[in-house]
């Protein structure tokens, strides 16, 4: 069946230096768009990022992401992480014909001082 | 745009109780989803409804759960005899169809004592 994969369950960094999370995928469907979600404590998952398009370099906020699916990959990465970044990270296939998202089980990303 | 409308915010009930879920979706989006967070199994599936009409219910515990979308403006969840672990958050989120981006509503924090 369809999946995503997100190896990290939490990631910890300093501030201002990089962070990158990891995104893999199974899927037989041929069209699929991808996205990022950025939950905060006690708040509702709210889109990061969105990409459809294969080898493209999407970037909001100052993360990036780019779908490669040569290797079924969709990597986060930021180059400085800040404070506020601290949050639940969910990556998440949509599959072709709207159908419900499939998502990772999510990594939490703590960032210090 | 008041963004997707979860009513109530945090419901409590005892046991073998029925918990009825309200979401109000975004003006104009066809597409409505409803999801179940927890801390072990992140985000889950349950149903969604396109135009009102009920698609996928594959996510959904037959037995206890229901889902109605009466008209475009609101969608339930219902859950009769409730169970301690059905205790979670349930998202709604909605979007204008497709693989459009699916903006999830603040969530209702059910406990099932």
């Known amino acids: 069946g369809d999946s995503v994969t997100q190896t990290e369950g939490l990631v910890t960094v300093t501030e201002g230096l990089p962070v990158k999370l990891n995104c893999t995928y199974q899927t037989t469907y041929l069209t699929i768009a991808f996205f990022w979600y950025v939950q905060y404590l006690n708040e509702a998952p709210q889109v990061l990022l969105k990409s459809s398009t294969d080898n493209k370099r999407t970037e909001h906020q100052g993360f990036h992401a780019t779908l490669h699916k040569s290797s079924s990959s969709f990597h986060l990465q930021k180059s400085s992480a800040q404070l506020s970044d601290s949050a639940l990270y969910y990556c998440?296939?949509?599959?072709?014909?709207?159908?419900?998202?499939?998502f990772g089980t999510g990594t939490t990303v703590s960032v210090s001082p | 745009n008041a963004g997707v409308i979860q009513t109530p915010r945090h419901k409590v009930t005892g046991k073998g109780q029925e918990a009825t879920l309200w979401c109000e979706p975004i003006s104009g989006h066809s597409a409505v989803f409803w999801y179940r967070q927890t801390i072990v199994q992140g985000l889950e599936f349950l149903t969604y409804f396109r135009n009102q009409a009920p698609i996928d219910d594959s996510g959904m515990p037959k037995e206890r759960f229901s889902a109605q979308m009466p008209n475009q403006s609101h969608s339930t969840l219902k859950i009769q005899s409730t169970q301690p672990q059905d205790s979670a958050v349930y998202l709604c989120?909605?979007?204008?169809?497709?693989?459009?981006?699916?903006?999830f509503g603040p969530g209702t924090r059910l406990l099932v004592l």
């Open positions: 989120a909605s979007s204008l169809g497709g693989q459009d981006t699916q903006y």
């Open positions: 998440a296939l949509s599959p072709q014909g709207g159908r419900a998202l499939i």
